[in-house]
C-alpha cells in the first residue's frame, strides 16, 4: 500500500506554486497524496489526516505567518490521536535572517523537519523516505518486544 501524505498551505496563505510542485514531485515517487490546497486550517488538517489514514502531514506556509498559523497544531494532531511524521516548509518567518532560529522554533512546536524556501523537493523527499522508513523499523520492533512479553 502506498505511503499516504497529506499536503497544506496553513492560514489563510493563497500561494499555490510550491505545494503544487511539491504534490507532484511526491506522487512521482510513489506516494499517495492527499492535497488540501491553499487557506487549510489547523481542523482541516487533523480532519484529513484521521480520515485518510495519513502516515505524514506536510505544511506550507510562504505569507510569513506560519508561527501564528502554527500554535497548536501538534497538540490538535494528539488529541485526535495521529502520530504521523510532520514537516514544515517554506518561507516561515518575516525575513528570515536567521533561518536556524526559525528551524529551532518550528522544531519546538514539534515538527519533526522544517525546510527552507529554497529547498530541493527531492531533499524533502529523501528525508521523508528514511524517517517513515525509521518509524517502521521502530514500530516492528515495539511488535516484535510485546510479542515476545518483554
Ligand atoms: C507568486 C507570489 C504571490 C502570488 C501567489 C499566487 C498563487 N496563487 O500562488 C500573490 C500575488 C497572490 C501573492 C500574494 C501575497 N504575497 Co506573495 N509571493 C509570490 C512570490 C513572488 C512567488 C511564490 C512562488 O510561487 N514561488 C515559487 C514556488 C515554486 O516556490 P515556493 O512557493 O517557495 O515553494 C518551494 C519551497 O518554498 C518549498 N516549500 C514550500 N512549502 C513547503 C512545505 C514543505 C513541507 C517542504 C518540504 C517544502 C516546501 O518547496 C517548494 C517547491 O520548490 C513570492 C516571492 C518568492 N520569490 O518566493 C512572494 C512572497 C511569498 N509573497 C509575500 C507576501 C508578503 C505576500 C502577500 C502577504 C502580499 C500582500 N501584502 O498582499 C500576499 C499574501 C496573500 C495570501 N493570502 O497568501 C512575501 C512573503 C514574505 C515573508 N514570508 O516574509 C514573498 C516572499 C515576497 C517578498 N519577498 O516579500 N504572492
Do not use: W
Amino acid at each position: 500500500m502506498a505511503t499516504k501524505v497529506v499536503l497544506g498551505v496553513i492560514g489563510s496563505d493563497a500561494h499555490v506554486v510550491g505545494i503544487t510542485i511539491l504534490e507532484q514531485a511526491l506522487e512521482a515517487s510513489g506516494f499517495d497524496v492527499v492535497n488540501l490546497g491553499v487557506q487549510t486550517s489547523q481542523e482541516e488538517f487533523v480532519e484529513a489526516a484521521t480520515a485518510h489514514d495519513a502516515d505524514a502531514v506536510l505544511v506550507s506556509s510562504l505569507y510569513g505567518h506560519a508561527k501564528q498559523d502554527c500554535e497548536g497544531f501538534h497538540e490538535r494532531l494528539a488529541e485526535a490521536d495521529l502520530d504521523v511524521v510532520t514537516y514544515i516548509g517554506g518561507n516561515l518567518a518575516v525575513g528570515q535572517d536567521d533561518f536556524e532560529e526559525t528551524r529551532q522554533f518550528f522544531r519546538e512546536l514539534g515538527f519533526d523537519r522544517v525546510f527552507d524556501s529554497e529547498t530541493d523537493p527531492e531533499d524533502a523527499i529523501l528525508a521523508l523516505q528514511k524517517d517513515l522508513d525509521m518509524r517502521s523499523s521502530e514500530d516492528e520492533r515495539e511488535r516484535e518486544r510485546v510479542s515476545a512479553g518483554m
